[in-house]
Nanobody, 114 residues
Framework: QVQLVESGGGLVQAGGSLRLSCKAS????????MGWYRQTPGKQRELVAQ???????SYADSVKGRFTISRDNAMNTVHLQMNSLEPEDTAVYYC????????WGQGTQVTVSS
């Protein structure tokens, strides 16, 4: 059983910062890719950022230059540092990992007020 526990969401004013963290626990095979998605009501879940085991990263165009993803392989943890937050970043953020299967966290709410 693999569990992903997210933390760090909350309410912040536009221009502020938040740091999301996600720790994977349980019987985990080699984690190849770790990432963050987000979803708002009525919209599809979208990829925000992802990072490979060798630290290759990719970002959605809307967050490039503002968000930074990082991981700690020894701790099976992935972080998302979010700076210069905008109201459009308001969403539920989901952590995901890819091993031989895909696992999802329960989601954490991020709300950016204008």
């Amino acid at each position: 059983q693999v569990q992903l526990v997210e933390s760090g969401g909350g309410l912040v004013q536009a221009g502020g910062s938040l740091r999301l963290s996600c720790k994977a626990s349980g019987t985990i095979a080699r984690i190849n890719v770790m990432g963050w998605y987000r979803q708002t009501p009525g919209k599809q879940r979208e990829l925000v950022a992802q990072i490979t085991r060798s630290d290759w990263t990719s970002y959605a165009d809307s967050v490039k230059g503002r968000f930074t993803i990082s991981r700690d392989n020894a701790m099976n943890t992935v972080h998302l540092q979010m700076n210069s937050l905008e109201p459009e970043d308001t969403a539920v953020y989901y952590c995901t990992i890819y091993t031989t299967m895909t696992y999802w966290g329960q989601g954490t709410q991020v709300t950016v007020s204008s």
